[in-house]
């Protein structure tokens, strides 16, 4: 089939979520159609990361996207007026939609494969074409959960307190207009069916290549703690500030050699003051390779409060051979179990404790060690994961 996938990142390399997410669904897809990627690039994004996916795609067009604040005001305003979601008005763009325009009339396609929520607007105009619509989460509680931990003195929180609302009835309303939609997780696809979205959705998990993230022959110089995720995304920020002034004194307690190091892109100046002011604590920022510091890691932590989806991180650390602690959210819509895969606690006492005894006690982690990457490999290889995408190709091509 000629399938077009529309993606709001260039899903390469795939060094976060969204990106990896998109990137096994494209390398799933390309093993079996004839894939064009039309994809939003920012100035990051390097030409040699569309020459991969060239290598994937029969064609690949990019279309040039930057924020400001000033852009961000001026949309703000605009959805004040109008009614639309921000987060939603902030990606709307007269470039993509003529990029689409013109692609539209040299070529037919069978599918539109639009990826996220915010290329939802781009694939509707494709009329003669079926159209699927990949959910990497429920973006309306996403913002819920965010408003409701954001501090009542940050503006923020009075934007995304108003924009959960709008975005709750647009996902709803957006995911009607589909022949087929999927969502990674059965609670993103309640939560998707409680915006009013059609009920026939289809779950696909998050999916890794589980031969990529191959388990790492760990030798810790002593107990030590690592978290990977972009720094810049406010759920993890609040994370690791909960995780440093609630968690981690507790930990240094019990445990008074331990080291923790935090790994992801533009960490506020909030953090890296932390590490200037406590030696057992290193903030990395971006990291193009985080593998030597996971090689001499003992485990990893997830404290996530806000968010939604699922967390990549996860399935490669578990893919990886690295247990870990996390919050119930944290690991919310992956198929993992209290004590045999993975360590769960939710207050700062229990993920406390919980850290500490995957620090010191060895066969505890051994058994997560393995466990967890059984489970990767069993349920969340993308070979596996993403067949359910065979049928859905198949049955909209014979409606039509």
């Known amino acids: 089939m000629r399938v077009l996938l ?58 040039p996207i930057t924020r400001s604040k000033s852009r961000d005001l001026r949309f703000l305003g605009q959805s004040l007026l109008t009614g639309q979601p ?5 990606d709307e763009r007269p470039e993509m939609h003529k990029v689409l325009a013109d692609l539209a009339a040299e070529t037919t396609f069978d ?18 074409s079926r159209k699927v619509l990949d959910l990497h989460n429920a973006l309306w509680m996403l ?35 589909f022949d087929a939609v999927t969502a990674v997780s059965e609670e993103d696809r309640t939560l998707l069916i409680e915006a009013g979205a059609r009920e026939d959705i289809t779950v696909i998990p998050i999916a890794i ?26 759920p993890n ?35 890296i003051e ?11 920022g971006y990291v193009e390779d985080p593998q030597p510091f996971l090689e001499d890691s003992s485990m990893m932590v997830v404290p996530l409060r806000a968010g939604g989806g699922m967390r990549v991180k996860i399935l490669n650390a578990l893919s990886q051979g690295i247990p870990m602690v996390s919050t119930t959210l944290g690991c919310e819509g992956i198929n993992v179990t209290n004590n045999k895969d993975i360590l769960v606690a939710d207050d700062a006492e229990s993920f406390a404790a919980a850290t500490i005894r995957l620090l010191v006690e060895a066969e505890l ?22 067949r359910p995408l065979d049928e859905i190709y198949a049955s909209k091509v014979k409606q039509e």
């Open 143 to 177: 913002y819920k959960r965010l408003a409701e931990t954001t501090a009542f003195t940050n503006p923020m929180k009075y934007i995304l307190s108003r924009d959960w609302q709008l975005l709750k009835k647009y996902e709803g309303e957006l995911c009607r207009q």
């Open 237 to 271: 920020i609040d994370g690791i500030t909960w995780f440093l002034d609630e968690i981690y004194p507790l930990i240094k307690q019990q445990v008074p050699d331990v080291r923790c190091t935090l790994i992801g892109a533009r960490p506020p100046a909030s953090i």
């Open 274 to 284: 932390r590490s200037h002011n406590d030696r057992t604590l290193t903030v990395t």
């Open 111 to 128: 599918v539109v494969h639009a990826d996220q929520t915010n290329m939802g607007q781009y694939a509707l105009p494709f009329t003669k």
């Open 86 to 90: 921000w987060m939603m008005l902030r």
């Open 365 to 386: 982690n051994k058994q997560l060690t393995f466990e967890g990457r059984q489970t990767v490999v069993n349920l969340y290889d993308y070979r596996q994961a993403c």
């Open 6 to 63: 529309l993606t709001q990142v260039l899903p390469y390399p795939p060094d976060s979520g969204p990106k990896v997410k998109t990137y096994y669904v494209l390398k799933y897809l390309a093993q079996q159609h004839d894939v064009t990627l039309v994809s939003f690039v920012r100035e990051s994004d390097k030409p040699e990361y569309i020459q991969h996916l060239e290598t994937l795609c029969e064609r690949v067009i990019t279309v």
């Open 209 to 234: 290549d589980t031969d990529e993230q191959a388990q790492i022959a760990r030798r810790p110089s002593g107990p030590h703690i690592v978290h990977i995720g972009t720094m810049y995304w406010q």
